[in-house]
């Protein structure tokens, strides 16, 4: 096992990714943004809090997408669908996805397909916490990194939100480790 990102870091990050964001996008008025399920919403949740204390809370409009059934390999293993929450078009909009763990891109790809269904945005953006960079089996890069790396295949990228694992950490793991967990 080794840390990635320690409690300190992640919050820091977070922080930055924020600030990133708001520099292309100054007050947010057209542009939405999109946190995937499952584990992407807990990224996107904390970049959003951040973007409360900046800028006006109406100008914010924000999402959540599942994309289990956008999946390439949705015939090939059970799965559990989460929660779609967007209530507004993102017809002609600046749309950020934020999603946690940057790998395939895979995840990504599905979720381009997601937004369709939800009108034609005018570009689309990718915000991610952690990129295993040398790793796509897709032409997908993210524009907003909190940290790059580089791993194996036979690693895995672990992220520990504290509402859900109850510690924020990030950790590069060995598939043996991560079998453990």
Known sequence: MKSLLTPGQVNLTIQRLAHQILE???DLTNTVIIGLQPRGIFVSNRIVEVLKTIVDKKNIQYGKLDITFYRDDIRSSIHI???TDISFSIENKSV???DDVLWTGRTIRAALDA???FG???NVELCVLIDRRFSRQLPIQPDYIGRSI???DDQKVKVYWEEKDGRNAVELLS???AAEV
Request: zero cysteines.
């Open 81 to 83: 669908a989460n929660e």
């Open 150 to 152: 580089d791993t194996y």
């Open 115 to 117: 937004l369709l269904d």
């Open 175 to 177: 598939m043996e480790e």
């Open 96 to 98: 950020i996805l934020i």
């Open 120 to 122: 034609r945005p005018a």
């Open 24 to 26: 292309n996008h100054l």
